[in-house]
């Protein structure tokens, strides 16, 4: 059991494997979107960022979740962190079949915010999964998550953690709806981008069809 003294004094010793799993999953993923733009010239993954939660964040939690030191890693499950932003929905579930098919990361829990929206709002793609970190004592698994969402999808994400940090959740009702009006407004903008990629994509097939079809009559003449 870690107590709550040798916790706090043993805090480095105890999120080094988390940081060393957020740092190699970084360039891991990375790793994959130089891959995406060497072949393919466009990727699924836009960038990609990564965070080991604070000390304070991480105990705030545990009391408010009711965890007990003794099972903080197995029931803290965003200890290591990292989002994957992407430019359209579409990509959202490309880069998690890409996840799935990881053999170095054990998915347990997948949680699709994305088209099961939260009450607040919010969208997004949470990924719960083990990964085993190389220590000098030999292998340890850890639990972390990754977040995959649009870059609107985090942009309102990013200001209403900001505003619930800084007023607690305390809003009037009036500001709640128009928080959840600007999160389906973020969504709309998703949807019509991925409209426009669309049309555009078409309009140039039809395109090189129509040149196809010119130099075959050119060729017959």
Request: glycine share 4%.
């Amino acid at each position: 059991m870690i107590g709550s003294d040798s916790l706090i004094e043993n805090w480095d010793d105890f999120l080094t494997p988390y940081k060393q799993a957020v740092d190699e999953l970084k360039v891991k993923l990375r790793g994959i979107r130089a891959q995406f733009l060497k072949v393919d010239g466009r990727s699924p993954i836009e960038f990609v960022t990564g965070r080991v939660k604070p000390v304070d964040s991480i105990k705030e939690k545990m009391v408010r979740r009711h965890i007990q030191e003794d099972r903080l890693e197995e029931d803290m499950e965003d200890i290591a962190g990292l989002r994957i932003m992407c430019q359209f929905v579409e990509d959202i579930y490309q880069v998690v079949d890409l996840l799935r098919k990881r053999t170095d990361i054990n998915i347990l829990e997948e949680r699709d915010y994305v088209h099961n929206k939260k009450p607040s709002g919010y969208r997004s793609y949470h990924i719960i999964f083990e990964y085993p970190v190389q220590m000098i004592g030999g292998e340890k698994k850890i639990l972390a998550e990754i977040q995959v969402r649009t870059l609107a999808m985090n942009f309102w994400a990013t200001v209403e953690h900001s505003l619930n940090y800084k007023y607690q959740g305390e809003f009037p009702d009036q500001l709640k709806s128009r928080l959840k009006s600007a999160a389906e407004a973020a969504f709309k903008l998703d949807e019509e981008m991925s409209e426009i990629r669309d049309e555009l994509r078409e309009k140039k097939t039809v395109s090189h069809e129509d040149v196809r079809k010119t130099s075959d009559e050119n060729s017959s003449v």
